[in-house]
């Protein structure tokens, strides 16, 4: 009983100081609603994580290994956010915003040098994505995920068919996703891949190659079918085009 009491508080925490500290610190501040719990939360979690500036963190984000966790000024976690950062950590530059249910899970559990989860500035992550750092994830500036997008930086070994998957170990080679690229709703991105600055991923596609700079590639496995260099613009010209808040405030 003891040894699994251990195992469980050597996944949430670097020590049990550290557990009994970041338990109490989240225990008291995070349920707290509205924009009184994200005033709150911006101070009080300055003792736990390093918070370069003010972010706005709201309710209900569930939080472990927070002294692994670096968030830049003007990062938004929305609510049921999950931050993972065993060892290798979480960095999420200035300005970029998690939506609710997205999960960071450096999943470091074998301590590999490197694991990690770096995002960029002015990044858009969309609700429920999955993001897993066990090979490293690194996200540039300026990129856009839309809803249940998953980038999952292992892959398991599978060569022998009579012992179980699970036992078998796990490759990770990690994954980047450079600068300005737009990854459409429930894109996949298996381990090892690089998609290049500029790019789109179609909605549903599954990236299993790197992809080059400028492509808009789509469907499983996803293939360039055409390069923003070298687009037809009369379509842009007619199509009516919507700005918001964000793009005025930024
Ligand atoms: C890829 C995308 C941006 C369209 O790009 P586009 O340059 O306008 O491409 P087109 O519509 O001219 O399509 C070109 C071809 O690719 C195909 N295609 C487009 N999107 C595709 C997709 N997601 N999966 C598979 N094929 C796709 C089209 O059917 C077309 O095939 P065809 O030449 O055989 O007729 C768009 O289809 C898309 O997937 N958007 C993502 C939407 C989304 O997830 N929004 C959430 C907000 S983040």
Redesign the pocket.
């Known amino acids: 009983m003891l040894e699994q009491l251990r195992y469980y508080i050597n996944g949430q925490a670097a020590s049990v100081p550290r557990y009994v500290l970041e338990q109490v610190i989240l225990g008291i501040f995070s349920w707290v609603p509205s924009v009184v719990g994200i005033g709150l939360r911006a101070l009080a979690y300055k003792l736990i994580m390093k918070l370069d500036g003010v972010a706005a963190i709201e309710s209900r984000v569930r939080i472990a290994f927070a002294g692994n966790i670096q968030l830049g000024s003007g990062v938004y976690l929305d609510r049921d956010v999950y931050l993972h950062a065993l060892p290798g950590g979480i960095t999420i530059g200035n300005d970029t915003f998690l939506m609710h249910h997205t999960m960071l899970h450096v999943f470091n559990f074998r301590n590999l040098p490197q694991a990690k989860i770096s995002i960029g500035r002015n990044c858009f992550i ?1 609700e429920f994505n999955v993001i897993r750092g066990q090979g490293g994830v690194t996200i540039g500036n300026d990129v ?4 249940m997008v998953q980038i999952v930086a292992v892959n398991h070994v599978y060569s022998d068919p009579n012992r179980p998957i699970r036992e078998q170990g796990i490759t990770a080679k990690g994954i980047t996703i450079e600068d300005d690229v ?1 990854l ?3 894109v996949t991105v298996v381990d090892g891949v690089t998609v290049g600055r500029g790019s ?6 599954v990236v299993t190659k790197d992809i080059p700079p400028y492509s ?1 590639a ?2 499983t496995p996803a293939k360039p ?2 390069s923003r260099q070298d ?1 037809d613009l009369s ?1 842009f010209e007619a199509a009516e085009v919507f700005f918001g808040e964000l793009e005025e405030i930024r």
Not at 144 to 147: A, E, S
Request: zero cysteines.
């Open positions: 969309g856009y995920t839309g809803p737009w459409g709703a429930n789109i991923i179609g909605a549903g596609s808009i789509v469907g079918i055409k687009l379509a």
